[in-house]
């Protein structure tokens, strides 16, 4: 025992000194009897984390209540090889500067793969993309985590099972069900079971309220209501210039209003079938006044300048999803399915962003920028299990996915900027469609699993209408269709009790979309920018492949967990958007910019996360979770570095749980982004270097009270030594000599409060 306990010391220190990047070591189990998560979207049904033959984070309902989440951007905290960029409100709409936008959170990146190249789900039907044209950009934060039961991330390529997006991964978030909250043996008509919280955070002034509402109208029958409302400002930084002028580095004076709701109907007529219609609305809205665009005193430069110069600025954002989904379950136990899954999925998601300048002299400039996305998407899914042996046993998943989406964009306002004319679409109305053939099966005996898996998909892109597309005469939208075979290996091997090794090799695909394929956009010179800019459509772009190879340990004891995985990932044709394409700026040379293929990219990293359970300490139990991991990534075409890889991150934590009382303390060391890892020729223009992040070391401490059978608070202080950083993901594109930024620090010090009663 002794010797045991000196080896799990030399295992954490070791996972110290190597400065690896963080897992999701608060994802795992709350204590070490408890069984492993039970996920669907790895392996698209229902299996144990433990099972899986590659790397698998869980946030269950306890990890989202204990850790506070309130939006995506939170789920990166204890997470390795994971960030998710967040776009503060200080663009300007007379003239385009560095890492700008609206966007807030823009979406997820895993393992140096963001953007869209990261598939987002909920309840297993895609989330809209996020899009990018112009000066203006919309986000993927459509998802409200009050509705959410458990988030599953799946590390690396996931084409193979879901097709284009899931090169890096994805991301499932599962949204609460009645029987999370209906015991057995309820009686029906009884009165409903559900729980109301109410939630403070300090770093966003946020307040919010939450209720759910769960129960039976017959054996049969069972339902969920869910509604959730919240009221917040501009996230806290750590800039101190308050002046109302570009100068500005404290945030903008914001009020954000979000409103969720779900409604979930079970239908069970009996043991052979199940039947769920979900009902999502998600509804988000943003009042900025842009004081951080308003022109300095005194006004100078050419008339024109002058004339343009900005007094003030508002901006507003509106964003909504509505999803209505029937997915059944029908037990057939037939010679060709033992299990036929089926669902049904309709999307209606849009986003506004409205804004107003007043300008000097010249009219003052409105603008209103539109983005819809309608999606209708249709899944058939059967299981099969056979019993090979009394050892080995085959399980087969096969089926078919079809989907369809039709994307529009459209600019209407006053003034617009020259050479523009409203209205204009940045990108022609496209439809996008996909539909694809999959198969996997399993061969299972006690000490292996063996899981290949092929998907054969065909997307097209079709230019739907040409009318408003701007300039038509200059560049006609084009259509494109391809193809892409998705194939994929697993192995697991239960080396001992205690001891897995798993390896798997996928390959992964990713269409373009329609605005990389047709985005057109230029700008003649205004106030802040003296430059001819152009930004050129692409109808030539190729569908971006990857291949990735992973191998990993799982260790499983009473004193110890750990799971330890590297990856090796080549990318082909890997879309860049907006790629520097040179230009001096004059009307006869513009500034141009492109979405390209680039021709071959490489990522390599580890991962390690896990906990040491150090048994009874003063009447209580005490672990001390840990995870480590980082990754590098270049271009392997002129061998630059790429920028979407994340510094690395260490996290190393304490948790002591006794009675109705758990206290946790955890540390986070964020590695340096040094220079000669960025390329700033591809991120800024004119030759312009790219702010490079110094490394951080930031300590949060939380605490959670059962204060009664059903009444519980939660607590935290976050940043409590109040580190002045930045994270990564938040400054690209930011220039080393830029006079903001501190504009873009992470908050100082702050609270979070969350109060829950269930009944």
Known sequence: MQEQSKNHAVFIAVACLFNLTPGSADAQHNSTTALPDVIVSATRSEQYTDDLA????VLNRHNLDRQQIQD??????????LSVRHAP??????????NTGREGNTGFNIRGMGSNRVLMLEDGIRIPHSYVYAGNAFGRDYVSIDMIERIEIVRGPASALYGSDGMGGLVNFVTRSPDTFL???????????????????????RTAISGTLASQWSTELSWLLHMASANSGALQNKGTND????????????????????VKLVYKPSNDQQHSLSMVHVDRESDVHLLSSISKLPYTGSSSQINNA????TANANMNRNRITLASQFKLMKSWADQLNVHIGMHNASSLQHGATDLNKSTDRIRDVSYNESSQQVGLQAEKIIRLSTDWTQKYIYGIDTSTANISNLYTGVAPLPPEVFPLKRFPDTRETGHAVFAQTEWLSDAWSITP???LDRFALDVTSQALFYPPAKQAGQSLSDSAVSPKLGVKWNATEQLSIFAQYAEGFKAPNANQVNGYFELSPIPGNPNYVEIVANPHLQPERSRNLEIGFRHRSSELNWEAAFFSGSFKQLIQDLKALGGTGLISDPLRFQTVNIDHARIDGFEIKGASDLGTIAGGRLRLPFAYGQAKGRNTSNQLPLNSIDPAHLMLGMQFSKNDWNLKIDAHHFSAKRPQDIDSASLLKNGLIQFSIPASTTFNVSAQWQMQQQLRITAAIYNLTQEKYWKWADVQGVAANSAVLDAFTQPGRFVRLTLSQAF
């Open 72 to 81: 995506i951007r939170d789920t990166q905290e204890n997470q390795t090889n």
């Open 453 to 455: 898996g092929v998907r």
């Open 310 to 313: 900005v007094l003030d600025e």
């Open 243 to 262: 002046v109302a002028n570009i100068d500005r580095t404290t945030p903008n004076p914001q009020l954000n209003q979000d409103r969720s709701a779900l």
């Open 183 to 205: 015991k057995q043996g309820l009686a029906t008509n009884s009165a409903p079971k559900g729980q109301v919280s109410l939630g403070w955070s300090e770093d966003n002034q």
């Open 89 to 98: 409100a200080r663009f300007a709409l007379t003239g385009p500067s560095n």
């Open 54 to 57: 590659l790397t698998v984070d």
